[in-house]
């Protein structure tokens, strides 16, 4: 029996959302680039009778009898997390990345300690020293901006300058850098330059590029990083978690302690088995195919969105995912009209500020688009035209008006289930 016929006997109101649901991912093209699709044996291992236990602690001292499995999972986890990123120590306890971030202040910092992060609207994470964020209650946050300089060939890339003169001014205890919006290739190098001369921790926050390191598409935070901290939904394409990576056996040692019990009670062992079989399928040759594929669909829908008058901050993307700057296309248009225009030809994006963008974040001036999970439905660089022009086409018309829109939103919602048809989602 299928899993949604079963819960309709059980519960047919959230059997039927979850039926819908199921049909919106299946015919939609989903290029928020945070999302992406599960193989069915991690969505499956998520869904098992290990979230019916309580186990408290780590592997060998739970506070709970009946872990023997639970032991074991938890192991092939955390030793499956150590081998993607060739690192010592790994907490695969974390429920998401923002409490994987919030156990890492906590292992590394005092209440009250400065630490320095991105200017938060150039696409730094709400958990890197938001005002109403536990980051930027309980701890003090300075930033560094990007380059601003449409002259300069860094124009809205990171001011590596700036990092280091933040850095010396400002002696911050952590120095976090990785992001929810940045487009090209962070410097991991460089960073632990200017963490060295003022004596700071570099925790690198690669929650949006994880995939790609352990695939080798983007280079890897260690050795340079002291502490790594992910989520495991994204690139890493395994179920919705935090994880937290060290080389230092101190550093472990304050971490695990932080997570558990400093910050979390039983972990969720249902997801860390999920999590272990998607660590799995990122240690597999093909992940490494995945990997590459993301990024060379990435450049091929910047650059094809590029070709039809849009504007891709920073001038393109080395990574997954690309801001598009919409004012050159038409002053009148925002984020959110976009978003939601979009959304009614069946492609899923989220509005996204644009560095130093005179809209509020409601509204915005930009788009952030990503290729992960289009790329886990089989899409290859030569479907990205097709999709920019599916976009394009969908923003002229709503520039046009409600009636041209809605028609040809209407015409572009069929394409894009006919697309959605011949590349299904992982099954
Ligand atoms: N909310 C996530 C994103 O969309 O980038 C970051 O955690």
Same mark, same amino acid.
């Given at each position: 029996?299928?899993?949604?016929?079963?819960?309709?006997?059980?519960?047919?109101?959230?059997?039927?959302?979850?039926?819908?649901?199921?049909?919106?991912?299946?015919?939609?093209?989903?290029?928020?680039?945070?999302?992406?699709?599960?193989?069915?044996?991690?969505?499956?291992?998520?869904? +098992?009778?290990?979230?019916?236990?309580?186990?408290?602690?780590?592997?060998?001292?739970?506070?709970? $009898?009946?872990?023997?499995?639970?032991?074991?999972?938890?192991?092939?986890?955390?030793?499956?997390?150590?081998?993607?990123?060739?690192?010592?120590?790994?907490?695969?306890?974390?429920?998401?990345?923002?409490?994987?971030?919030?156990?890492? #202040?906590?292992?590394?910092?005092?209440?009250?300690?400065?630490?320095?992060?991105?200017?938060?609207?150039?696409?730094?994470?709400?958990?890197?020293?938001?005002?109403?964020?536990?980051?930027?209650? =309980? =701890?003090?946050?300075?930033?560094?901006?990007?380059?601003?300089?449409?002259?300069?060939?860094?124009?809205?890339?990171?001011?590596?300058?700036?990092?280091?003169?933040?850095?010396?001014?400002?002696?911050?205890?952590?120095?976090?850098?990785?992001?929810?919006?940045?487009?090209?290739?962070?410097?991991?190098?460089?960073?632990?330059?200017?963490?060295?001369?003022?004596?700071?921790?570099?925790?690198?926050?690669?929650?949006?590029?994880?995939?790609?390191?352990?695939?080798?598409?983007?280079?890897?935070?260690?050795?340079?990083?002291?502490?790594?901290?992910?989520?495991?939904?994204?690139?890493?394409? $395994?179920?919705?978690?935090?994880?937290?990576? +060290?080389?230092?056996?101190?550093?472990?040692?304050?971490?695990?302690?932080?997570?558990?019990?400093?910050?979390?009670?039983?972990?969720?062992?249902?997801?860390?088995?999920?999590?272990?079989?998607?660590?799995?399928?990122?240690?597999?040759?093909?992940?490494?195919?995945?990997?590459?594929?993301?990024?060379?669909?990435?450049?091929?829908?910047?650059?094809?969105?590029?070709?039809?008058?849009?504007?891709?901050?920073?001038? $393109?993307?080395?990574?997954?995912?690309?801001?598009?700057?919409?004012?050159?296309?038409?002053?009148?248009?925002?984020?959110?009209?976009?978003?939601?225009?979009?959304?009614?030809?069946?492609?899923?994006?989220?509005?996204?500020?644009?560095?130093?963008?005179?809209?509020?974040?409601?509204?915005?001036?930009?788009?952030?688009?990503?290729?992960?999970?289009?790329?886990?439905?089989?899409?290859?660089?030569?479907?990205?035209?097709?999709?920019?022009?599916?976009?394009?086409?969908?923003?002229?018309?709503?520039?046009?008006?409600?009636?041209?829109?809605?028609?040809?939103?209407?015409?572009?919602?069929?394409?894009?289930?006919?697309?959605?048809?011949? #590349?299904?989602?992982?099954?």
């Amino acid at each position: 029996m299928q899993v949604v016929d079963l819960l309709r006997r059980h519960d047919r109101s959230v059997a039927d959302l979850i039926a819908k649901e199921a049909e919106r991912q299946e015919t939609t093209l989903e290029l928020i680039a945070s999302e992406n699709h599960v193989s069915p044996a991690v969505l499956h291992a998520a869904g +098992t009778c290990l979230t019916n236990k309580y186990a408290e602690g780590y592997p060998g001292a739970r506070y709970y $009898g009946g872990c023997v499995y639970h032991d074991q999972v938890e192991e092939i986890a955390r030793e499956r997390a150590r081998s993607m990123f060739g690192c010592r120590f790994a907490n695969v306890q974390p429920h998401s990345g923002a409490q994987a971030n919030a156990a890492v #202040f906590m292992a590394l910092m005092e209440p009250g300690a400065t630490f320095a992060s991105l200017v938060l609207k150039d696409g730094g994470h709400l958990s890197h020293g938001m005002k109403i964020n536990f980051s930027g209650t =309980y =701890y003090k946050p300075v930033h560094y901006p990007l380059h601003y300089d449409v002259n300069h060939p860094q124009h809205e890339r990171i001011d590596y300058d700036a990092v280091a003169a933040v850095c010396r001014e400002h002696k911050p205890k952590v120095l976090l850098c990785g992001y929810s919006a940045y487009p090209r290739v962070i410097d991991f190098k460089k960073f632990r330059e200017a963490a060295d001369q003022c004596g700071a921790l570099l925790v690198a926050d690669v929650a949006h590029i994880a995939g790609l390191i352990v695939g080798g598409a983007h280079p890897s935070p260690f050795p340079y990083a002291h502490v790594v901290t992910t989520t495991t939904h994204k690139t890493l394409r $395994g179920p919705r978690g935090g994880l937290i990576l +060290t080389d230092s056996e101190d550093l472990a040692k304050k971490i695990d302690r932080s997570v558990f019990p400093g910050m979390q009670g039983g972990p969720l062992m249902h997801i860390i088995a999920a999590k272990a079989i998607a660590f799995g399928e990122c240690l597999q040759d093909s992940f490494k195919t995945y990997a590459a594929q993301v990024v060379r669909n990435a450049g091929s829908l910047a650059a094809a969105l590029a070709e039809r008058g849009y504007r891709i901050t920073s001038g $393109g993307t080395d990574n997954h995912l690309m801001l598009v700057d919409l004012r050159p296309r038409s002053d009148r248009l925002t984020g959110a009209d976009a978003e939601k225009w979009l959304e009614e030809a069946g492609i899923i994006c989220n509005k996204n500020g644009i560095p130093d963008d005179p809209r509020p974040p409601r509204v915005t001036s930009g788009v952030r688009l990503g290729t992960p999970a289009v790329t886990s439905r089989g899409l290859k660089e030569a479907h990205m035209p097709v999709v920019a022009d599916f976009i394009d086409r969908v923003l002229d018309a709503g520039l046009r008006g409600d009636d041209d829109r809605r028609i040809v939103a209407g015409q572009v919602r069929e394409q894009v289930r006919s697309l959605c048809r011949e #590349f299904p989602m992982p099954a």
